[in-house]
């Protein structure tokens, strides 16, 4: 069972930005779906963004343009970037990494609800 646990969250400005790490217990090759998810207080938990093991990528359409998903390029990557910049308010949230492999060759879910592997998360505050 892998463990995922992120890092680099804190307490920025709007406008500024920050990256959130994701690492691993193992490699990440092996999972076809890497994914982050944000959830504001009291709120429900929101897709991110998500990277597939070929290289395909989604963003939520609140972040793209601003955030950048990426994993290291070892041969055995066991890290999960998310480059956050020009940060808003509303970016403000727990911000968690998740991992599945999808069922055949289908796509990369954005439902939290599909992924199997969970962080306990970082916390990301955008001060106006």
């Known amino acids: 069972q892998v463990q995922l646990e992120e890092s680099g969250g804190g307490s920025v400005q709007a406008g500024g930005s920050l990256r959130l790490s994701c690492a691993a217990s193992?490699?990440?090759?092996?999972?076809?779906?890497m994914a982050w998810f944000r959830q504001a207080q009291g709120k429900e938990r929101d897709f991110v963004s998500v990277?597939?093991?070929?290289?395909?990528?989604?963003?939520a359409d609140s972040v793209r343009g601003r955030f950048t998903i990426s994993q290291d390029s070892a041969a055995n990557p066991k890290f999960l970037y998310l480059q956050m910049n020009s940060l808003k308010p509303e970016d403000t949230g727990t911000y968690y990494c998740?991992?599945?492999?999808?069922?055949?060759?289908?796509?990369?879910?954005?439902?939290?609800?599909?992924?199997?592997?969970w962080g306990q998360g970082t916390q990301v505050t955008v001060s106006s």
């Open positions: 998740a991992t599945y492999t999808p069922v055949g060759n289908s796509y990369c879910s954005t439902s939290g609800g599909s992924y199997t592997y």
């Open positions: 193992e490699s990440i090759y092996g999972f076809i779906c």
């Open positions: 990277i597939r093991r070929d290289g395909r990528i989604n963003y």
